[in-house]
């Protein structure tokens, strides 16, 4: 009688972890520990993008405190993030289309959106919506996973009209548990449609552990059911998150189909200030632990080390961060407040019967 077959299950999985790595170019002390992930950046642009990143961290540090006085609104914590948001966003090019979520107001305000706009749609504002139409990105999304599927479609239309951009999309860890994350990249993958979409992995949706999101050991390894490369990279060095995301980038834009990206990084504060405390399913032992992993940190000694980076230096790019946020705040505050009729007339670009009903029913309220 022929031998049955047998099967090594667990041996199946260990050969997929096997293949998705964590991409690290610098150590927690900002030490190279891989030398072919160093950026080719001149020592201007490795400055410009530290200084984006100190900017970054001023700007959680403020909108914190501008929303615990009622001068803003939503607002997502980013601190701990900024390599993975703006090492990431360093690699696009102004024409690249940027998809963001509702935590990724840093990359959208670097990919051009005026500031005061930005605070604006903290608020609720619609003029936090309107965009110059050179401004290649669509208002930050708050269902989560939508964004990827407006993505996907996105490379697809830069696909067909031969353009040689991408779309650049995030999402969280959460996010990576949703139907749409699921279609988006098995569309794209489909049509080899121009995209990156990058997986923020801080740790948390909300209060859900990653480790309850998915069975799977990285969330990269889910581009191989799409037929897409995945890459796990640490998402708190900026080397190893730029070069990648360049490399990737390169790869979509000449056509050969998306790129999934992993960045396994740390947000340190709450999930959003509408009430989410952090205290209560995290330790301070973990928090301790990442901050050491800080993505500042390693990039500072990185520079002080080559003499490119001094604490004068980025004391004088905070205090300008700070003076340009109370600008905008005060632009933002110049701006007429929202009526209804501006949300109404905003519906539709011909009004139906009922919506011109409460148009003019709130036009004669707001008259008085
Ligand atoms: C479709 C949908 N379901 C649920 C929510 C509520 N919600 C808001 S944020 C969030 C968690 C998202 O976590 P993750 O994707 O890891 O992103 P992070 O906030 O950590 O950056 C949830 C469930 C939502 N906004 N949209
Ligand atoms: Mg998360």
Do not use: C
């Not at 490795?46 to 607002?75: C, I, K, Y």
Request: proline share 4%; hydrophobic share 40%.
């Amino acid at each position: 009688m022929a031998k049955k077959k047998t099967i090594d299950f667990q041996a199946l999985l260990n050969d997929v972890d096997a293949l998705f790595p964590t991409y690290q170019a610098l150590d927690q002390d900002g030490n190279v520990v891989d030398e072919s992930l160093v950026p080719d950046l001149s020592d201007h642009e490795l400055v410009e993008l530290m200084s984006q990143m100190v900017w970054s961290r001023v700007l959680d540090q403020r909108s914190t405190a501008l929303n615990r006085q009622g001068r803003l609104g939503f607002f997502a914590p980013t601190a701990g993030q900024e390599a993975s948001q703006l090492a990431s966003h360093f690699a696009f090019e102004k024409e690249d289309v940027l998809l963001p979520a509702y935590r990724d107001v840093p990359q959208l305000v670097k990919h051009g959106l005026p500031l005061y706009q930005a605070f604006l749609w903290s608020r609720g504002h619609v003029v936090g919506n309107e965009y110059d139409d050179d401004l290649q990105a669509l208002p930050p999304q708050i269902i989560i996973g939508a964004q990827y599927v407006q993505a996907a479609g996105v490379a697809l239309g830069l696909k067909k009209r031969g353009k040689n951009n991408v779309v650049f999309t995030y999402t969280g860890d959460g996010g990576s548990s949703q139907g749409d994350f699921y279609e988006a990249i098995n569309f794209a993958g489909s049509y080899k449609a121009n995209g990156v979409f990058y997986v923020q992995n801080n740790g948390f949706a909300i209060s859900m552990p990653r480790e309850h999101q998915t069975a799977a050991t990285t969330i990269a390894q889910k581009a191989v059911a799409a037929g897409i490369p995945g890459i796990q990279v640490d998402g708190m060095d900026p080397f190893a998150v730029y070069t990648v995301s360049k490399l990737a980038r390169e790869w979509a834009a000449n056509g050969n189909g998306p790129v999934l990206i992993e960045t396994v990084t740390y947000r340190y504060g709450a999930h959003t200030l509408s009430g989410d405390d952090p205290t209560r399913y995290r330790s301070k032992e973990l928090d301790d632990e990442w901050q050491k992993k800080d993505p500042l940190i390693r990039f500072r000694n990185y520079l002080e080390n080559k003499g490119l980076w001094s604490e004068e230096k980025e004391e004088e790019i905070m205090e300008n961060a700070r003076q340009e946020i109370k600008d905008a705040i005060a632009e933002a505050d110049k701006v007429p407040k929202q009526k209804v009729t501006d949300f109404l007339k905003n519906m539709f670009k011909e009004q139906p019967q009922n919506i011109q009903e409460q148009i003019k029913f709130y036009e004669a309220k707001e008259s008085k």
